[in-house]
Nanobody
């Protein structure tokens, strides 16, 4: 079993920055893809960014050029640097990870961007 714990959320003004972190722990032998998803009130959960074990990244069009995903394989940690934040980025952000065929989710961290 793998546990994912997110940190770094909070309240920020529009135009500001936040950095989210997600650390995996538990029975880990090889975590493959990791990523970030978000869910705003009344909306479905959506992909924000994903990154493969060899650091190939993929982004939602809405965050391209503003967000950067990265990871540290030695620490089993994934990061999301969020710049130029907009009120529409307000959501609960969830960390996601795959190990073999199993998928894991974090508990979520709230990001609120005020206008």
């Amino acid at each position: 079993q793998v546990q994912l714990v997110e940190s770094g959320g909070g309240l920020v003004q529009a135009g500001g920055s936040l950095r989210l972190s997600c650390a995996a722990s538990g029975t880990i032998f090889r975590i493959n893809n990791m990523g970030w998803y978000r869910q705003a009130p009344g909306k479905q959960r959506e992909l924000v960014a994903t990154i493969t074990r060899d650091y190939s990244a993929n982004y939602a069009d809405s965050v391209k050029g503003r967000f950067t995903i990265s990871r540290d394989n030695a620490k089993n940690t994934v990061y999301l640097q969020m710049n130029s934040l907009k009120p529409e980025d307000t959501a609960v952000y969830y960390c996601n990870a795959y190990q073999v065929v199993w998928e894991y989710w974090g508990q979520g961290t709230q990001v609120t961007v005020s206008s």
